[in-house]
């Protein structure tokens, strides 16, 4: 079986951010209640756990009992509006990072490689749409609120960011509506 990661890329498990983060953990586990914190407050990033560990992720194939069967044909690199998370009448762009069957990992134009406001998002709930899909239904495309400051000009920026990118086919899109029809007049 493949493994991701190799003994020499090992480092000492107690100089590990999980392990820093889990020092005041009881020995069930448990972080102290002095501390008010949970593992999902603290943050915890697999990215740069990776990264600061020098560790590599396990490969897909080793988790076979993971739903396969759902091939969503986005691709990394791929642009399409998306729903704002804290105002969900307004749109942005954003960008498909990563994909996992039905799943996105999304990172909303404008946030360059910073990836702590990365989000994933199911095809078949989420709403998402081809980009230009606010301008032909009227719809506010607005940046979100973390980086609405960062430039002055977003119309400007989002002419730069999107001129030669991919944009993730209508098509794809209108599959997945179908799909939830689908369903939905199944039950």
Not at 3 to 19: A, F, K, T, Y
């Amino acid at each position: 079986m493949e493994s991701g990661l190799s003994v020499s890329n090992m480092q000492d498990p107690s100089s590990s951010p999980l392990e820093k983060h889990l020092g005041s953990a009881n020995r069930n586990g448990d972080l102290d209640s002095e501390e008010g914190s949970s593992l999902e407050e603290i943050g915890f990033n697999w990215g740069e756990y990776l990264e600061e560990t020098g560790a590599s992720a396990a490969p897909h194939t080793s988790f076979k009992h993971v739903e396969i069967s759902i091939q969503s044909n986005f691709q990394p690199g791929m642009k399409l509006e998306v729903a704002n998370k804290n105002n969900p009448d307004t749109y942005w762009v954003a960008t498909i990072i990563t994909t996992c069957g039905q799943l996105l990992l999304l990172r909303y134009c404008g946030y360059g490689e910073d990836r702590r406001a990365d989000f994933w998002c199911d095809v078949v709930i989420a709403d998402l749409h081809p980009v230009g899909w606010c301008t032909q239904n009227n719809k506010v495309l607005m940046p979100p609120d973390a980086i609405k400051e960062k430039y002055t000009d977003w119309t400007e920026f989002l002419i730069r960011d999107l001129t030669g990118s991919r944009t993730a086919p209508a098509n794809l899109l209108e599959g997945v509506c179908i799909v939830i029809i689908h369903l939905m007049y199944l039950r």
